[in-house]
């Protein structure tokens, strides 16, 4: 289903508005829930659901912006190494 008219929901057009909803699914969600099994959070109430979504994504966002493969692989070694993590340097 779409609002798109007739005219305007071309099959590249579908296909693109698909391939970026995937693509948000791919590299956004499916990485909060595989890596922080956020699916499964306790968090429910008051700010605490919204202010740790901002700070999966704050760790996720660090993680890519310092070069990592992979989330989890950035995960493990912050986690062994937090002074770093914390002073933005190094790996």
């Known amino acids: 289903m779409t609002s798109l008219t007739a005219d305007e929901a071309t099959p590249a ?6 391939r ?4 948000i699914e791919n590299k956004l969600h499916y990485v909060r829930d595989f890596s ?3 699916d499964r959070s306790q968090v429910r ?3 605490g659901p ?3 979504s901002s700070l999966r994504n704050l760790a996720i966002a660090l993680i890519r912006w310092k070069g990592w493969a992979g989330i989890p ?3 493990r070694y ?3 190494h937090p ?3 914390l002073s933005l340097r190094g790996a």
């Open 36 to 38: 922080y099994d956020e």
């Open 78 to 80: 912050y986690a062994a």
């Open 45 to 47: 109430t008051g700010n």
């Open 13 to 18: 057009r579908l296909l693109a508005l698909v």
């Open 20 to 23: 970026g909803h995937w693509h």
């Open 50 to 52: 919204r202010a740790m």
């Open 73 to 75: 692989t950035g995960n």
């Open 83 to 85: 002074t770093v993590l």
